[in-house]
Every structure is written in structure tokens, then in C-alpha cells.
């Protein structure tokens, strides 16, 4: 997987600025820069940091599955993984209804 490249597109689908998401994630705005120009290799826990920074985990980052589903879906898909069964059907009838 080319990290560089998974970094740019999950933080543009975001709208969020190189700068913001160094703030974020409590990095240096270089570091990122250097991430995602691929001349340099995020650690573990800077990678880290950037996902939470992106409301993500590590596992969503590597994911191919999570990469069909669209970045926009993917908090709401994370925050619903603790819900119970009959949350979840709750939350599948409010957004049925929000698409009339």
C-alpha cells in the first residue's frame, strides 16, 4: 500500500489542510508534508496519531474493504460498531428517511 497516497486522500476527502491535521494529530506540518511527498515513513505511532487525527483507526487506514466505502461514511460506519442491533436499525430509518 503506498501510505503517501492513502494520507492524501483521506485528509482532502476530509477538506482538511495539511496544517490542520498537523495540529490534529499533534505532528509537525513538515512531517506530514514529508509523508505524503513519500520521503519519509510515519512510525506506528504517528501513524497513529494521524488516524485519530482523521477519526479513523490504524485497521480503517490498511483496510481495502474500508476503501470501497466512501471517507465521508467511514466515522459514521466506526461509530455505529458499538451501537446494539436495534440502534443500528434506529440509525438505518433516520437516514431512509433523511434521503427523501
Given at each position: ?88 436499525e ?6 431512509r428517511?433523511?434521503?427523501?
Amino acid at each position: 500500500m503506498d501510505i503517501s497516497s492513502r494520507l492524501v486522500a483521506l485528509r482532502e476527502a476530509r477538506k482538511m489542510s495539511k496544517n490542520q491535521l498537523a495540529q490534529k494529530s499533534g505532528l509537525a506540518q513538515s512531517f506530514i508534508s514529508a509523508i505524503e511527498a513519500g520521503k519519509k515513513q510515519p512510525t506506528v505511532d504517528s501513524l497513529s496519531r494521524i488516524c485519530s487525527a482523521l477519526g479513523i483507526t490504524l485497521a480503517d487506514f490498511f483496510s481495502q474493504d474500508s476503501q470501497d466505502i466512501p471517507v465521508h461514511l467511514r466515522p459514521l460506519i466506526e461509530a455505529a460498531r458499538d451501537l446494539s442491533p436495534e440502534q443500528v436499525e434506529v440509525l438505518v430509518q433516520v437516514a431512509r428517511h433523511m434521503r427523501r
